[in-house]
């Protein structure tokens, strides 16, 4: 087995930065003010997120020159453990400070950098992705959205679906084809679109739960100038390859249903629990233990400049996976009945946890993807 | 089970007709559907299983839980299961009139407070389906000596609107010394109410499991990834197997605990078809990807039902905690008879 | 969905069968003085299998006039789920009785029926079967196995392996390849091996608990001769796929462990089970009433002359892999230790149950083979 | 974790030199594997993390663990954890001799009842690894009025020879009037003991897990049917998956229980490795097909080692519900930190 995760010791400045944030929290949003987020489930507020960007909390292994804090993975991890396990309202931040400023920072050029880089750890900037298309999940490859050279940019054509947060996003990356090629994962190209272009419609595409998560945009004759294509032109497919990479082994994969296990110990606070609850909050809080040991490996594994691809699927399909017994776990101690309308906020938080639930293994590459991922790295 | 097809095919037509994607999107929004109540209600379907005599449709236990089935497989958002096999029951078992249109029943849920005081109603009930589109609230209560059945008029009580996970109406009734509209001593505990309400929802939740196997089979033949159908996958072929199996296994629990209605095979239909709820939609939606996901797709009809209904009449852990006390009242050596019997030889020891 | 599972209702004459076989049971094998087999997993016992054979409960199907009892498939059911449940000895007649008469009275000339079917249904013939080789184990048409035309028969040469009972069978019923084909499908073929044949060696693999429970079948230059030739030369394939859908959907793939649950119960009665072990038994016996019920439809589906081979490939899956969570089930709830050396049946049972689980969803076609078999079901 | 390379890669050698196939077929058959113990008490192993004052090997728990988890790794049949950590451990601790040769300890099961009357032995012990081969038998006992370690030779019991699913011997052990052979108060309550047992065993499991998803990754790359290595297959990498999530998880979680050998981060350890010995040992065998259920190949030489050890020292039900107690006893809005933090902070309210 070729896997390297290793134990990690945080430094006294990573526990440091752990209760500065504990701190904030508690300050800026007592608990019981404010309806607590599902992992990244959660409000977008482009002020809490300014004021996460006050505090260099965005962006935070970005470069000093570009706004950054030059820290690294693993303190992004620790600020974003607290904000999740905390419901806190991350959305509007959410894309931008995961990977866009990523990928930015790592294909972009100098110009880009600083063009957008200091705005999102300033938390004014927001992105979505444009990967997924009606025809294209999974297989990215084989998107259709197609970019044609013009005097001076792109012209771009097409459909993405499954944008989160595209109605409310400044900015979005769209990998499209910008050229034929035999080998179909060639000749695709990444571009910085502004929403705010004319010809870009976006369409809300009501979530299960009668919500409005994600949209389907429709690019018509965008114009795209020549200083928004991101890295090289062609170069598209492995350019978004590694940005999934990075995102899949974070806190947002194994937290999304934290809050639950919190509310229901909560709801119970004084009273004896009984068998079954002690071994099912336990099962939970070991697991939760165990999976946040990988999830930090992962993440110093990042800082230490190595790609640990396999990893982070590995993590996001064990704390995915996790996070949907989570639900069934609860849902089994509770007696009561799971409703969006309850007066009760756990049986708020379990019904909109049942409903988003499925989506956990789905989104940012479906357990079957990541299967094929991890195994090919176990050879 | 001599259930006639002509039945299963008019219901089949009528739901077929009348459970539209958008009819369901709109009864979500309105908190009732008058059209599919209508179309149902015209051909008598909601009575089917209460006496004629009883101004009932006719027909037996079989023929009403058949048509409930066909109802699950299109999410009717409809108070089917209330009017005829639950309240219509408990009427007519107290020799009330079932009376006309649709009628609803307090499922009795842990926690409510509902009770008969000098010849009034006070106190509070949940989960009540429908509340305000029936015509009449029909509850078991205890009036201190013994249990009664009664009916009220829904106008006649606070109701506070809850949802369930689908978005049907299950409100929350508050009655302050009402008067019943109609009452008479019942026969039916609220054990047995319980228990006749779980066969109701067996009854459903099978149907919406077949309906729910038949789409993911449908969907992964042809959506494609990789240059084949995802169906040809065999991470995704497991998940249909799973969806089959658990639609399978509901789908003969639900026709052998409707047969007999004994409380062991009732009991244990709901513990398999409440697990089922879980694993079956898990599948189903892993199987269908973000587009299981939207709106606009009609698996969250089902998906979303199967969910509230699991809960509804007792959850998994109930009913198996029943099934496990009505296995260890049996002497071991004659467990695994009574087990092949579904208990219904010698009561229980 | 194309499944075609009904409610079974029982005759009459079938309740009445019921009652005999457990009224022969508690006669014969009183509980107390063996020790139970688990489902198939049971000693074999030759004198038991002749008085079952005298009963006329062996090849229960076969006609009057090959000593047969004309009864079905659910009649076989009915008694099979009897002795398995009770842990009755049924090694000895365990294959000939399942699969080998069947095969014989579909495929074999007059005098092999003759010659077998008698024998089998009066519990003197014990039969194995080979399919599995070194290299063809779920892939069945890649056996090596040769049978060459000789004068008067066959010469064969190869070796079987997971061949279960091998030591103590009589016959062997032995598929190999009798001619080269395009298609590897053709060119394959039955044949009826006597084990005591020159050329014949049977060397025991010993099984993870240390039993020996399969063997290795090593045949050099065997002789075979013509009229032992079973069906169609060329045919083994389609021979060999019904053969295993009939023995597929039987009470043997979900009854291997019922004998746990009822010992359980059984050293806790006159005691309040605690609500967990209410609940896991509950879970547990709910789910043999169901399973039960689709296995008996296979078994009418068959009478009725249908072809319920995803069916049968549904009530496996679902069955085996239910076995096994039974173990697990019993093993979470009893505090003390599993061991073969124990002085409690119960930790006896659960320690042969949690050795021999694993090759529940292995034998008679993997978990993996029948998602593909059930999946094109489904279509 | 600093443990020393060059001692790792010794163990290494010295166990993957002496527990081959034969001779762990050979100490099953004989119920012990004199040159295996050679082999590491030669060089030490038993006796890392007892202090050298106390006659062991020097060296920190988190060395002695790391060696446990190589041992793990090659099914030692030698009672290792119990003559060093355990055994050792309560010997030095107490200021008693910890001798030559292997020890064992009695593990305090449930329903045992040895105890110390008038300055002698009396009672029933179960579970003792290996009590046969040992020098001595340690255990701690009550005398009436506090907790005392004993030492005693096994000539002076009655030893009923018991074997764990992978035929290690786990002896029962009868008492009657033995006087020890050494004893002395004990600042090691038996709870602390489970403590220090469950974390021996995760050391032990995680090395085994370990070396289950090498063998399958290996077997299944090589293995062919259809045409192709079976890892070719998904549901075949499903189970690869698994295994290696399984061995990741349990992995870190020894390293982190190591380290703090607090009892949250123990009981937490122990609750994985437990539940993970039972999924990580079916996707193992589903993986290897009928190959996997034979004594020859190797694979369960893995998967008997962890279905034992799985239950010894408490099975993950029992440290589920201890993590729960903890989780509960911790006010709600500082529960996040504490896990987190691996309880490692101020002890709960």
């Known amino acids: 087995m070729t896997l390297g995760f290793e134990l990690v010791e945080l430094t006294e400045g990573e526990r440091a930065l752990q209760q500065e944030v504990r701190a904030f929290l508690a300050e800026e949003l007592p608990r019981g003010t404010f309806e607590p987020g599902l992992g990244m489930d959660a409000p977008a507020d482009r002020s809490f997120s300014q004021k996460l960007g006050a505090k260099g909390w965005l962006g935070m292994a970005m470069p000093a020159r570009y706004g950054g804090a030059e820290r690294g993975a693993v303190d992004r991890f620790l600020v974003v453990e607290e904000l999740l396990r905390w419901g806190a309202p991350v959305y509007h931040h959410w894309t931008a400070d995961r990977q866009s400023c990523q990928v930015i920072l790592r294909f972009g050029t100098e110009e880009q950098k600083q063009r957008f880089i200091p705005a999102i750890c300033a938390g004014d900037l927001a992105f979505c992705i444009g990967l997924s298309e009606p025809d294209a999940g999974s297989d990215l490859a084989a998107v259709k959205t197609r970019a044609v050279k013009v005097d001076g940019g792109w012209q771009l054509n097409g459909t993405k679906i499954w944008t989160t947060a595209a109605h409310e996003a400044d900015w979005f990356i769209v990998l499209c084809?910008?050229?034929?090629?035999?080998?179909?994962?060639?000749?695709?190209?990444?571009?910085?679109?502004?929403?705010?272009?004319?010809?870009?419609?976006?369409?809300?595409?009501?979530?299960?739960?009668?919500?409005?998560?994600?949209?389907?945009?429709?690019?018509?004759?965008?114009?795209?100038?020549?200083?928004?294509?991101?890295?090289?032109?062609?170069?598209?497919?492995?350019?978004?390859?590694?940005?999934?990479?990075?995102?899949?082994?974070?806190?947002?994969?194994?937290?999304?249903?934290?809050?639950?296990?919190?509310?229901?110990?909560?709801?119970?606070?004084?009273?004896?629990?009984?068998?079954?609850?002690?071994?099912?909050?336990?099962?939970?809080?070991?697991?939760?233990?165990?999976?946040?040991?990988?999830?930090?490996?992962?993440?110093?594994?990042?800082?230490?400049?190595?790609?640990?691809?396999?990893?982070?699927?590995?993590?996001?399909?064990?704390?995915?996976?996790?996070?949907?017994?989570?639900?069934?776990?609860?849902?089994?101690?509770?007696?009561?009945?799971?409703?969006?309308?309850?007066?009760?906020?756990?049986?708020?938080?379990?019904?909109?946890?049942?409903?988003?639930?499925?989506s956990y293994t789905i989104r940012g590459g479906t357990t079957e993807i990541l299967v094929g991922i991890i195994s090919k790295g176990l050879r | 089970m001599t259930v006639d097809p002509l039945l299963l095919e008019t219901a089949e037509r009528v739901f077929a007709d009348t459970c539209t994607h958008d009819a369901l999107e709109r009864a979500e929004a309105d908190g009732f559907a008058p059209g599919v109540w209508g179309a149902a209600a015209d051909i008598g379907l909601p009575w089917i299983g209460v006496p004629e005599s009883a101004g009932g449709a006719g027909g037996d236990l079989a023929d009403a839980l058949a048509v409930?089935?066909?109802?699950?497989?299109?999410?009717?958002?409809?108070?089917?299961?209330?009017?005829?096999?639950?309240?219509?029951?408990?009427?007519?078992?107290?020799?009330?009139?079932?009376?006309?249109?649709?009628?609803?029943?307090?499922?009795?849920?842990?926690?409510?407070?509902?009770?008969?005081?000098?010849?009034?109603?006070?106190?509070?009930?949940?989960?009540?389906?429908?509340?305000?589109?029936?015509?009449?609230?029909?509850?078991?209560?205890?009036?201190?000596?013994?249990?009664?059945?009664?009916?009220?008029?829904?106008?006649?009580?606070?109701?506070?609107?809850?949802?369930?996970?689908?978005?049907?109406?299950?409100?929350?009734?508050?009655?302050?010394?009402?008067?019943?509209?109609?009452?008479?001593?019942?026969?039916?505990?609220?054990?047995?109410?319980?228990?006749?309400?779980?066969?109701?929802?067996?009854?459903?939740?099978?149907?919406?499991?077949?309906?729910?196997?038949?789409?993911?089979?449908?969907?992964?033949?042809?959506?494609?990834?990789?240059?084949?159908?995802?169906?040809?996958?065999?991470?995704?072929?497991?998940?249909?197997?799973?969806?089959?199996?658990?639609?399978?296994?509901?789908?003969?629990?639900?026709?052998?605990?409707?047969?007999?209605?004994?409380?062991?095979?009732?009991?244990?239909?709901k513990a398999l078809a409440s697990r089922a709820a879980s694993t079956a939609t898990k599948a189903a939606h892993q199987a269908h990807g973000a587009m299981g996901m939207t709106r606009e797709y009609p698996l969250h009809h089902l998906s979303r039902r199967l969910w509230s209904w699991r809960d509804e009449y007792g959850d998994e852990r109930h009913w198996e905690r029943r099934v496990g006390e009505l296995a260890a009242a049996v002497e071991p050596a004659g467990l695994y008879a009574a087990v092949a019997g579904g208990f219904q030889g010698a009561p229980p020891r």
Do not use: C
């Open chain 1, 177 to 358: 084809r910008t050229a034929e090629a035999e080998d179909r994962h060639h000749g695709l190209s990444q571009l910085l679109v502004d929403l705010s272009s004319p010809g870009v419609q976006v369409n809300p595409i009501p979530f299960l739960d009668g919500g409005h998560h994600f949209s389907e945009v429709v690019m018509t004759d965008v114009f795209v100038p020549d200083e928004l294509l991101l890295g090289e032109a062609g170069r598209g497919w492995e350019q978004t390859g590694n940005e999934l990479a990075y995102e899949r082994g974070g806190p947002d994969r194994f937290l999304s249903t934290w809050t639950l296990v919190e509310q229901y110990l909560r709801d119970h606070e004084g009273t004896e629990l009984g068998e079954r609850a002690r071994e099912l909050t336990g099962w939970a809080v070991a697991r939760f233990w165990g999976i946040r040991q990988l999830s930090i490996a992962v993440n110093r594994m990042i800082d230490r400049g190595l790609a640990p691809a396999a990893e982070a699927a590995l993590v996001k399909d064990l704390g995915t996976r996790f996070e949907q017994d989570v639900i069934a776990a609860l849902a089994e101690l509770h007696d009561g009945f799971a409703s969006l309308d309850s007066q009760s906020l756990f049986e708020r938080l379990l019904a909109r946890s049942i409903l988003a639930g499925p």
């Open chain 2, 68 to 269: 409930l089935r066909v109802a699950g497989r299109h999410g009717a958002p409809v108070p089917l299961a209330e009017t005829g096999l639950l309240a219509g029951w408990l009427l007519a078992g107290a020799g009330l009139a079932v009376g006309e249109g649709p009628s609803t029943l307090v499922p009795g849920r842990a926690g409510d407070t509902l009770e008969l005081v000098d010849g009034r109603l006070v106190g509070t009930a949940r989960g009540v389906p429908w509340a305000s589109a029936a015509e009449r609230i029909v509850a078991v209560v205890t009036d201190g000596a013994g249990w009664r059945v009664v009916a009220l008029a829904p106008a006649s009580s606070g109701i506070e609107r809850v949802r369930n996970l689908a978005g049907e109406p299950r409100d929350t009734v508050h009655l302050d010394r009402v008067e019943p509209a109609m009452s008479a001593p019942s026969s039916v505990s609220p054990d047995e109410l319980r228990l006749r309400g779980a066969l109701t929802r067996v009854a459903l939740m099978a149907g919406a499991l077949e309906a729910m196997s038949t789409l993911t089979v449908a969907y992964t033949a042809e959506r494609r990834q990789f240059g084949q159908a995802v169906a040809r996958f065999q991470l995704v072929q497991e998940h249909l197997v799973r969806l089959a199996e658990d639609a399978a296994l509901v789908g003969l629990a639900a026709d052998a605990a409707g047969r007999s209605a004994v409380t062991f095979e009732v009991a244990a239909a």
